[in-house]
C-alpha cells in the first residue's frame, strides 16, 4: 500500500531460561505507519506462521498502556524512543521505511528470560507481597470526610501510584535497580494515612526482598525516570531512602 | 546480623555510607583548597607554610586526619563493592543501547571516575603527604613542602597528570555532589535548585582552584 514501510528486524530468540539465545534477523514489507509496534510484531508473527516457523513470544495484555505487560528493549531503549509510553503505544510512524530495529528483553539478573521477550518479572511480585499492601479489616466503606488527606499528599500518591510495574526502570537503569518501582510502591502507602500502622515495617521489608532479588543500588543517573511510561519522579527514590533510613533507625525492629 | 550492619549493608545504606563519606570528602576539598590557594599570594610560600605548619602539627587536626583516611577507605571500598554488586546485577548486557538518550555519561561513570581519582591520589601523596609524614615521624621535622611543589612542577608531565586528576575530579564532584543529597533523601522543591547551583558551582571552583597550582608554578607564575 501507498507509504507503507519496509522494515529489518533483528529480534532475540531464546527457547526458554537454561538455553543460549541470539539474534535473528527478519524482513517485513509492507509496515502501515498507524501499526502500532505489537501490531507490527502480530504481522511479524502471522508471516512466521504461514512459513512454519516458530514465532516471537512477548508479553502484552491490555494494549492500552496501563497493565504494564509489554516490554521490549528497542534500539537501546525500554519501550522504545518515545517519552511516557509503553510499547503498545509506539505506532510505526516513530520509525522511517528502510530502518533497522533491534528488540531485546529486560536485561536483569532479578528477571530471568523465560522465552525470547517474555521476562520473568515474579521479583516484582514478591516485593509487593513483602510489604506493598495495608492490612484493613473489610467492611463498610468509612464516611468520605473521616480519614482527611491533603491534596498535595493525594496529588503524590496518585502520581506514584501510576506505576503499572512494567520494570522499564530495571532495563534503564546501569545497575538493573528496582528503586523506582519500590519507591513508587512505598510512597503511594506512605503518603496516606491509610498507610501509616505499617509504614516502617513496610519499608524495611520491601527494601530488603528488593535486595534479596538481586537488583543493584541506585547511582542517582535518572536513566528509570526519563525512560518510565508513567513519568514517575525521582522524588519517590529520595521519599524510599528517608522512609527506610528512618525506619531502620526508629523502628522497634530489632 | 544487627540492625545496624544490616542496613548498612543494605542497597539503600550503601548509598547512605557513599553520601556521607562524599560529602566528608567534599569538606575536606574546601579546607585543602583553601589552604593550598595560600601560595597564590606568592610571598615565597611564607602564608602556605605558615597554615601547612598549623594542618601538620595541630593535634585536633591531626586527630581529624585519621577520620579522614577512614572516610576515604570508606568511600573507597563501598564504591568498589557497590560497583561489583551492581554489575553482578545484568550479568547479561544488551547488544544495542542508547544511555545517553536517558542520562549524562559521567553520572554513569562514576566507578571509572573514582578510579582515576584513585590513581591520582595514590601519585598524590607519594609526592607530598607519605614523604612529609614519614620524614615526621622520623625526625620529628616537615619537609619544605612548597620547595618541594616548586620543583616537582617543573616536570609537564607530572602537571599533566595532575590537570588530568582535577578535570576527573570536577566530572566526579559535579554528579557526586547533587547525588549525595539524593542519596540522603534530600529532594525538596525549596531546596533543589541551590544545591544544584552550589553543586555545579563547587564541582567547577574548587577543581580549577587546584589545577590552578601546578599550571602556575610550571609556568613561574607562582614563585
Redesign the interface.
Known amino acids: 500500500m501507498e507509504g507503507n514501510m519496509s522494515l529489518s528486524l533483528k529480534v532475540?530468540r531464546q527457547s526458554n531460561k537454561e538455553t543460549a539465545g541470539g539474534?535473528e534477523n527478519y524482513k517485513l514489507d509492507s509496515v502501515s505507519p498507524d501499526m502500532s509496534f505489537l501490531e507490527m510484531f502480530d504481522v511479524l508473527n502471522e508471516q512466521l506462521i504461514e512459513e512454519g516457523k516458530e514465532p516471537v513470544a512477548f508479553d502484552h495484555d491490555c494494549r492500552e498502556g496501563i497493565c504494564g505487560s509489554c516490554s521490549m528493549?528497542i534500539?537501546?531503549?525500554p519501550h522504545g524512543?518515545l517519552r511516557g509510553v509503553t510499547v503498545c503505544q509506539l505506532h510505526m510512524r516513530s520509525f522511517n521505511d528502510g530502518d533497522t530495529i533491534?528488540v531485546?528483553p529486560w536485561?536483569?539478573?532479578?528477571f530471568p528470560v523465560i522465552k525470547d521477550l517474555v521476562v520473568d518479572r515474579d521479583a516484582f511480585d514478591r516485593v509487593i507481597s513483602a510489604g506493598g499492601f495495608v492490612s484493613v479489616n473489610t467492611g463498610n466503606a468509612q464516611d468520605a470526610n473521616s480519614l482527611p488527606v491533603p491534596k498535595e499528599a493525594a496529588d503524590d500518591a496518585f502520581s506514584a501510584a501510576a506505576c503499572i510495574g512494567c520494570g522499564a526502570c530495571v532495563a534503564?537503569c546501569?545497575?538493573?535497580?528496582a528503586?523506582l518501582f519500590v519507591s513508587a510502591k512505598i510512597s503511594q502507602l506512605a503518603l496516606l494515612p491509610q498507610g501509616q500502622a505499617e509504614r516502617s515495617i513496610r519499608a524495611e521489608k520491601m527494601?530488603?526482598q528488593?535486595?534479596a532479588e538481586?537488583?543493584?543500588?541506585?547511582?542517582?543517573?535518572?536513566?528509570c525516570s526519563?525512560?518510565c511510561p508513567k513519568e514517575i519522579s525521582?522524588?519517590n527514590?529520595?521519599?524510599?531512602?528517608?522512609e527506610?533510613?528512618g525506619a531502620?533507625?526508629s523502628s522497634s525492629?530489632? | 546480623m544487627s540492625w545496624f550492619s544490616q542496613t548498612l549493608t543494605s542497597s539503600i545504606g550503601k548509598k547512605l555510607l557513599m553520601a556521607l563519606t562524599g560529602l566528608f570528602l567534599i569538606s575536606f576539598l574546601v579546607i585543602h583548597a583553601t589552604i593550598n590557594a595560600m601560595i597564590f599570594y606568592n610571598d615565597g610560600g611564607e602564608t602556605f607554610t605558615h597554615w601547612g605548619h598549623f594542618m601538620g602539627t595541630n593535634p585536633i587536626i591531626r586527630t581529624l586526619e585519621i577520620v579522614l583516611v577512614a572516610g576515604f577507605l570508606i568511600h573507597i571500598a563501598d564504591g568498589l563493592i557497590l560497583w561489583k554488586n551492581n554489575r553482578e546485577a545484568r550479568p547479561i548486557g544488551y547488544a544495542v543501547n542508547n544511555r545517553s538518550a536517558n542520562s549524562t555519561w559521567y553520572s554513569r561513570s562514576m566507578g571509572l571516575l573514582g578510579t582515576l581519582l584513585l590513581i591520582f591520589l595514590v601519585i598524590h601523596t607519594a609526592h607530598f603527604w607519605i614523604p612529609n609524614r614519614s620524614n615526621q615521624f622520623a625526625t620529628g621535622e616537615e619537609l619544605n613542602l612548597y620547595q618541594m611543589m616548586l620543583d616537582i612542577f617543573q616536570n609537564i608531565w607530572v602537571v599533566l597528570i595532575y590537570v588530568g586528576g582535577c578535570i576527573s575530579l570536577f566530572w566526579h564532584l559535579l554528579h557526586g555532589f547533587k547525588s549525595a543529597f539524593q542519596s540522603l533523601g534530600w529532594n525538596h522543591v525549596k531546596y533543589n535548585g541551590i544545591i544544584s547551583f552550589v553543586g555545579t558551582a563547587f564541582s567547577i571552583v574548587i577543581p580549577l582552584l587546584f589545577a590552578l597550582m601546578p599550571i602556575s608554578m610550571y609556568l613561574g607564575w607562582v614563585k
Open positions: 532475540w539474534f528493549y534500539n537501546g531503549r524512543p533491534v531485546e536485561r536483569a539478573q532479578a534503564a546501569k545497575n538493573a535497580s528503586m527494601v530488603a528488593m535486595d538481586g537488583f543493584g543500588a541506585c547511582t542517582n543517573t535518572g536513566a526519563a525512560e525521582m522524588e527514590i529520595a521519599r524510599m531512602n528517608r527506610y533510613i531502620k533507625f525492629a530489632v
